[in-house]
Every structure is written in C-alpha cells, then in structure tokens.
C-alpha cells in the first residue's frame, strides 16, 4: 500500500513538473507579447508625434498662404488701380512715368509668378504629406485591431491555461494532503504492525520453543510405538490425506461460482439463440407466393427444437461440478470426477452444432436464392456463413482442451503439470477467439437486419425476431467476453501448483484412488469434529422421565394428526374423483335430456300427424294417458336404467372408470357414452399437456427474464451511484464556471468601457483632423481659383 501510495505520488509530482514547466514557458509567451504590445504603443506614441509635426507643419503653412493670399490681394488691388490709370492715360502718350510704372508691372509679374509656382509646390507638398499621413494611419489602425485580436486570443489563452493549471494545482495540492494524510495513517498502522509484529515474534519464540519440546516428545514416541512407515510404499501413500490448502479450496470455489454464473448467462443466451432461429425459419418468406418453409428448413427446423436437450446439461454438469468442490476437498485436476461429465456434455453439445452447421448454411444459400435478396443481403449472408463455421471450429477446438484437462481425473500420469497449464493457456486464447467471433457475427446480423427493415414486405413479426435475435446475441457476445476476460485474470491461479500430492512430495494424486483418500479425509475430519465436540450436560432421571412422557403423548398426538392428515388427503382425491364423475354425468345427462327432447319432437310431430290423418282415438289415448302401461314402463326403465348405471359408476368412481349397464335396448347409449368419455378425456389431457408445455416454455422465459433484469438492475444501480457522482462533480464545475463566467463578464466590460472611451477619443480626433484638412482643401481650391482668374 505504502508502495503504491509513493508510486502516485512520484506520478504526481512528475507531473506537477511538467505543468510548471509548461507555465513557464506560457509565461515567457506572454511577457513577450506583453513587450511586443509595449513596442506597438510606444511605435504608436511616435506616429503621433510625427502626425502633430505634421499638423504643425500644416499650420504653418495655412497661415503662410493665408499671408500669401492677402499679399496676392493686395496686388490684384494695385495691379487694378494701375490699370485704371493706363487707360486714363492711354491718349497721352509714352511718357516716363508710364516707362516706370511698366516696369514695377513686370517686377509685380515675376513676383507673382515666382509666389505662385512656391504656392504650387507647397500645395503639392501638402497633399503628398497628406496622402502619406492617411496611409500610414490606416497601416497603423490595421496592425493596432489586429495585435488587439491577437493580444484578445492571448489573453483568453493564457486565462484558459491559468484556470486548468490552477484547477491541477488544487487537485494536486488536494492530492498531496489526502496522501499526507495517508501517509501518516499508514505511518501509524506501520508502528502498530511493528509493535504486533514483537508480539508475534515473542509469541512466535514460545510456539516454536513448545513446538521443539511437543516434537522431541512425540519423535521419541513415535520411536518407541510406531514401527512402520506408511510412505514408503507409493501405493498405499497415495490413500494418506495431503495437507489441506484451505486457502486454495476458497479461491477454486469462488472462481467455480464465477464461471458457474457466467456459462448461466451463455446457456440462456444460447437457448435464445437458438428459439429465435428456429421462429425466424418459419417466417423468413418475404414473399406470399414462395413456399413457407422447404423440407430442410422443417429439419433444420426440428434439430433447433431439441437444443434444450443439449445446452441444459452443460449448466446442470457445471452446477454438480461446482457443488462437488467445497471448502474440506481436495480440487486438483486429479480428483475433480465432475469434469469429465461436464467435458461429456460440452461434447455433446459440439456434436449438435456441427449437425446443425449443413443446415444452417443451407438455410442461407436458400435466403440468397429468394428473388427479393439484394446483393447486399447475399453478402451479409455469406459473412454470416463463415462466422457460423468459425464459431463451429472454436466450439469445436475448446472442446477438445476440456477434454484434456478431464483426461487426469480418469487416468494417472495422463497429463504433466506444464502440459495443463499450456492448455489453460490455450482454453483462454480459445475463449477470447470465441467472443470475437461472436462479437462479428452479431454485427454482420445488425447489418442484416437493418439492411431488411428497409424492404418493403417485411413483417412485424419478422422485425420483432429480428431484434429478438440480436439481443440474444448481443447478451451472448457480452457473457463470452466475461467469461475471457474472467479467465484471463484467473489464469494464474488455473496454471500455479496447488500443493497437493502424497507424503514424501513423490508423484501426483492417484484419481483412482482419490474417492477413498478423500473419503479417509472425511473420516478424519469427522472423528477430529466427534473429539472437539463438546459432551452435552447429563439430564435429571425425572426431568428425563417427565421428557419421556411428553415425547410419548406428543408422538401418539403427531400420529393422530399424520392418519387424520393421510384421511382428508385420501377424502379430498375421492371427492376429486367423484366431481369428475357428477361433470361427466352432467355432460351425459345434458346428452340423454337432447336425445328425449329430440324423441318426445318426434312423437308430438307423429301425434299430429295421426290427429291429421282421422284416427284420433288411439293418438289421443297416446297423448292424454300418461300414465298409460307403456309410458309407465318406458319411463320406469329409464329410471331403472339411470338407476342401474348410478350404481355401476358410483362402484368404480375410486379408480377413475365411468362404467355403464348395457342394455339390449341401448346399446348405441352405450356407445356414444363411452365416445363421450373418451372426448372428454382426451380433451382434458390435451388441455393439460398444453398447460403444461405453455407453462414451461413461460417458466423459462420468465427466469431468463428475470435473471437479465436482475443483472440490469445491478448494472442500473452502478450506473445511478455513477452518475450521482458525475451530477455532483457537474454541479461543482457549473458552479465553478458560473463564477469565472461572472469574473470574466466584469473584466469584459471593464475593457469595453476602456475601448469605448478610446474610440470616443479617437473618433473625435480624426473629426477634428478631417476638418482641418477639409478646411484646408477649400482654402487650396479658393486660392488655385484666385491664381487662375488673375492669370
């Protein structure tokens, strides 16, 4: 315990390592994107500060071509005010203060000239420095929104990383103090072994000092009383009782009681099997028009019929095989009979497979050959085939290894011990085979069935065998994997020495001479029991007297209640038999009252005829005098008659016999009353028989019933206590979530409050900028304007 305990902790720590690594290198990351961020700000700062040298820049040179503008005003003023004096002295001639005047003219000119071709370049400056300017801003929003998604991916990242690693770092730290509290219980159970450990040791030292002394004393015994050896003839060695294991005897009936549930559920699984293939023989047709079930399908039919009689044995010879081995035998492969029984049936049961096996395939190929078989349905039937002879084959192969492990119960020296554990370890590799194989064919028949449940003319009847089917196979292919997987856990107990052999440790067990070793055992154990056994306390002569006559008066009384027991059973068949009886009078009598009914019909129909044909004396003297001679004898031999077969019935009621008297009158009464009985009773024992046969059939289905809806409830009940604890570790993580949840909404809207005020910032920032470039746009247009209309 304290190993695994470390091992754990060793794990834990180990990964605990690799999380902290994994964190340092996560925080690496994100000082290095926090440094990147910072380089950006600090990249955008400077932008900035190059744009308000820019808008400086700008500035200026608004106000220097506003001074401009005036100054050009100024001169279109003047350049008017001469113009108006050359045309008042146009008439005057060239006079040299015109000269002059020219003269500043073309001064003017070039000035002008030169101011507006440095306007021209500075407005050209202007827009290049513009253009550049939006450029570079829109470069910079661009990477500014895409290093804020990558700092949001980031960040959500690193949140992630921090919640999981401080989730493994509480389970860890939890980890750590459940185990030092381990740790210390388990210090503690170890000072208390250790202290009990002294205990035993000194206890030890006395048993083994008493035992010294009770050995000298009986070798010296057995020296002088014992003059023979029982060991030294192999023979006779072999009836002396080993040493008993009881420890192996518990493990070998546990794990018999576990494979004893496990061949109840296959046994079950395959009954099933079987019946259902047996229903789907008959309704397979899909088609009206086809015959409903060909003569080998009918035999195939009557083989699946007897399956009962060769799959119950193999969970009645596991139930005596498990009942053989108790905690006071020896189990070796010696001494164990019952296996051979059961390696019987489990023949037998191959042998029935492989006698089914022609039809079954047989049954397929007819399937494929039906005109409503698809192409598909032909391949799954083809694969279904060859699993049916794999699983033939397995069946076939385990048989043979249980054959052998039952051939030293038989035989001595038939088989060594590194032999029978090659063939346990073959019986595993043999049941794992089996499961896979039955695993294939239960989904190549999903595949079927589904691949039908698409035709048109399937019936209900065939759908519901068909999911019939493949629960049986889906309950045999999950028995098959337990049992493999229950033999593979226990295949070193079936492979280890069991410790039991003759005295001396010569040879093995002799198994034909194990039933009297084992029943030398059960002597001695018998006569150790008769030793220990306590005397019982010696009983008062009266009080024993008095016990006597009690016994005595309350066995003559258990006697009386016996014989009064045995009349009223003996009272209660006779009256059985004689309600039998009065039910079979009944229906006779109910018979005779129709036949006198139908006889006083036809004498009414005879009086009316002769009333019709005139001679109404003697049919009225018929039918008025009832009490005539003939009537009175007819009906006084019908009361003696009934009298009469009372009598005979009421002598033979005790057996069971309804007999009559003939008469010379009746002899078809006679007749159809023994036809009548015989009816009855054939109708009874059929009605019974069907009873019967109906009440097994459901007796056996309702144990099956109720076994695999026990398993389910077990099943039911883990997975409820499983997904109590699931709903609690849920309730815990929803609530977990639920306040990271809130704590990540608070700081979301923290920094959408934060960004809204950025942009707010920002958006007024570029209002105010696209202003003042659309105030110097017009101003550029009003002066290119100017320029032109003074060219």
Request: hydrophobic share 30%; net charge neutral; with cysteine.
């Amino acid at each position: 315990m304290a190993a695994d305990l470390q091992a754990k902790y060793t794990k834990l720590a180990l990964e605990y390592s690799k999380l902290r690594a994994q964190n340092q290198v996560l925080k690496k990351g994100v000082v290095d994107e926090q440094a990147s961020s910072t380089s950006l700000k600090d990249q955008v700062k400077q932008r900035e500060q190059s744009l308000r040298k820019v808008e400086q820049e700008m500035d200026s040179l608004t106000f220097r071509n506003q001074q401009l503008a005036k100054r050009v005003e100024l001169l279109q003023e003047e350049l008017a005010a001469s113009e108006a004096k050359g045309k008042k002295s146009k008439n005057k001639g060239d006079s040299p203060s015109q000269q002059g005047l020219q003269q500043t003219q073309s001064v003017f000119d070039e000035d002008l000239q030169k101011k507006i071709q440095e306007n021209e370049r500075l407005h050209i400056q202007f827009y290049e420095a513009d253009e550049q300017h939006r450029q570079q801003e829109s470069q910079l929003k661009g990477r500014l929104e895409e290093l804020e998604r990558d700092h949001e991916q980031h960040q959500a990242i690193v949140d992630g990383l921090t919640s999981k690693y401080m989730d493994t770092i509480e389970r860890l730290q939890s980890d750590k103090a459940r185990l030092e509290v381990k740790s210390q219980t388990l210090e503690r159970e170890a000072k208390e072994c250790r202290v009990r450990t002294e205990e035993c040791q000194q206890q030890l030292r006395k048993c083994q000092s008493e035992l010294n002394r009770q050995v000298k004393k009986s070798s010296s015994v057995i020296q002088e009383k014992v003059p023979f050896n029982d060991t030294k003839f192999s023979d006779y060695n072999s009836l002396n009782v080993p040493p008993h294991n009881r420890r192996h005897q518990l493990k070998a009936r546990d794990v018999a009681g576990q494979a004893l549930g496990f061949v109840q559920d296959i046994v079950a699984a395959l009954l099933n099997f079987h019946s259902y293939t047996e229903q789907r023989v008959h309704i397979y047709p899909l088609d009206s028009s086809i015959e409903p079930i060909s003569p080998l399908n009918q035999k195939f039919s009557q083989y699946l019929h007897e399956n009962a009689a060769y799959v119950r044995p193999l969970e009645e010879g596991l139930v005596q095989l498990y009942q053989s081995i108790t905690e006071d035998t020896v189990t070796v492969l010696e001494t164990v009979g019952k296996l051979k029984d059961f390696a019987d049936d489990f023949t037998s049961y191959t042998h029935f497979l492989q006698k089914i096996l022609p039809y079954q395939l047989k049954s397929l190929e007819e399937e494929c050959g039906t005109p409503l078989c698809t192409s598909s349905l032909t391949l799954k039937n083809q694969e279904l085939q060859s699993d049916m002879k794999r699983i033939t084959s397995l069946f076939d192969k385990l048989h043979s290894y249980i054959s052998l492990l039952a051939l030293p119960s038989v035989r001595q020296d038939s088989m060594p011990q590194s032999s029978s554990s090659a063939v346990f370890t073959q019986v595993a590799v043999c049941l794992h085979s089996l499961h896979d194989a039955v695993k294939e064919m239960s989904t190549h028949y999903s595949q079927k069935a589904s691949l039908e449940q698409e035709l048109s003319t399937i019936t209900q009847k065939l759908r519901t065998t068909n999911e019939c089917l493949l629960a049986s196979l889906g309950s045999l292919t999950s028995s098959t994997g337990k049992i493999a997987t229950f033999f593979s856990n226990n295949l070193d107990f079936f492979t280890s020495s069991t410790g039991y052999s003759p005295r001396g440790g010569a040879g093995a067990l002799n198994p034909l001479q194990a039933e009297s070793m084992l029943g030398n055992k059960k002597k001695a154990s018998d006569y150790m029991y008769a030793i220990r056994k306590p005397r019982p306390e010696s009983v008062p002569y009266r009080e024993a007297l008095l016990n006597r006559r009690v016994l005595t008066s309350s066995t003559e009384s258990r006697e009386g209640l016996t014989q009064q027991v045995v009349a009223s059973q003996e009272k209660i068949a006779r009256l059985e038999q004689e309600k039998e009886h009065w039910l079979l009078e009944a229906q006779l009598g109910r018979v005779r009252l129709e036949k006198e009914s139908q006889r006083i019909q036809d004498l009414e129909t005879q009086l009316s005829s002769a009333l019709g044909g005139g001679g109404g004396s003697p049919a009225h003297s018929l039918g008025q005098a009832p009490g005539s001679p003939a009537l009175t004898s007819l009906e006084d031999g019908e009361v003696e008659e009934r009298g009469a077969g009372k009598e005979a019935v009421l002598s033979n009621s005790l057996v069971g016999m309804l007999t009559t008297t003939p008469t010379n009158e009746e002899v078809g009464d006679e007749e159809s009353r023994e036809q009548l009985i015989k009816t009855h009773y054939m109708a009874r024992v059929g009605e019974l028989t069907t009873q019967l046969q109906v009440s097994d059939s459901k007796a056996v289905n309702f144990h099956a019933e109720c076994r695999a809806l026990a398993k389910r409830l077990a099943i039911a009940e883990k997975s409820r206590e499983t997904l109590t604890e699931e709903v609690k570790l849920a309730n815990q993580n929803i609530a977990r979530l639920q306040d990271e949840l809130a704590t990540t909404k608070r700081s979301y809207k923290e920094q959408l409050s934060m960004m809204s005020d950025h942009l707010c910032s920002m958006n007024e920032t570029l209002s105010k900028q696209r202003e003042e470039i659309d105030t110097l746009k017009l101003g550029s247009k009003g002066n290119s304007k100017l320029l032109k209309k003074s060219r």
